[in-house]
């Protein structure tokens, strides 16, 4: 069964330096997103992106973070200067036609 | 703006028993509605989804879950709960008015199985 792949498992980086979580969707799917999770809690969508643009972003998603699809298979979430309060497990997804939301399995974030 | 509302922080029922976890949105127009299992220190696992039809769905794992418009509910539902069940569920729904794609989630269940 296709997967969306993560890397990498886990990041703990240095308060204010910058990281780049990245995300292999699935291949025939056009729809990519991030969404996050503060340790146990809700998942709360950041950002989707379609057709090489932006398409919906929350109001998590400020001018510190930012999305790329910088080749035809790997989707990253970049963060400009990490804060404390960005450490959450981050999950990519994708979708294609059928409605299909798939996750996934995560990196986990520590900054420190 | 849509949302989803997961009443229940925790649920806990004896193996074997019947298994009920609670959802209800809110959305302005027909929604898509989801239901997702996290094991501990994994991903979000996709169980059933309801986009139009039979209002009863069925999914992985033994899971179905029914669709209720009148009372705006999406519950999941397990006739014979395992201890393997144990995990964080997660109702999800894209309001599909919108035109929007993404999924809002609920806080999630805690769903422990009691041998």
């Known amino acids: 069964e296709p997967e969306v792949t993560q890397t990498p498992s886990h990041q703990v980086t240095q308060m204010g330096q910058e990281v780049i979580l990245r995300c292999v969707p699935i291949?025939?799917?056009?729809?990519f997103y991030w969404y996050r999770q503060i340790l146990g809690q809700k998942v709360e969508f950041l950002v989707s992106f379609y057709n090489n643009e932006i398409s919906e972003k929350s109001e998590i998603f400020d001018d510190q973070f930012s999305v790329e699809r910088p080749d035809g298979s790997n989707f990253t979430l970049k963060i400009r200067s990490t804060k404390l309060e960005d450490s959450a497990m981050y999950f990519c997804a994708s979708s294609g036609q059928n409605y299909g939301y798939t996750f996934g399995s995560g990196t986990r974030l520590t900054v420190v | 703006a849509q949302s989803v509302a997961q009443p229940e922080d925790q649920v806990n029922v004896a193996e074997g028993n019947p298994l009920t976890v609670k959802c209800t949105y809110s959305?302005?127009?027909?929604?898509?509605l989801f239901w997702y299992v996290q094991y501990p220190n994994r991903g979000l696992q996709f169980l059933l989804k309801?986009?139009?039809?039979?209002?009863l769905v069925k999914g992985s794992y033994g899971f179905e879950a029914e669709f209720n418009k009148s009372q705006t509910s999406f519950h999941l539902k397990k006739p014979s709960a395992l201890v393997s069940d144990s995990a964080l569920y997660f109702c999800a729904v894209r309001d599909i008015r919108t035109g929007a794609n993404n999924l809002f989630f609920g806080t999630g269940t805690r769903l422990t199985v009691i041998p």
């Open positions: 309801y986009i139009t039809g039979d209002n």
């Open positions: 959305v302005s127009g027909n929604p898509y």
């Open positions: 291949s025939n799917h056009l729809y």
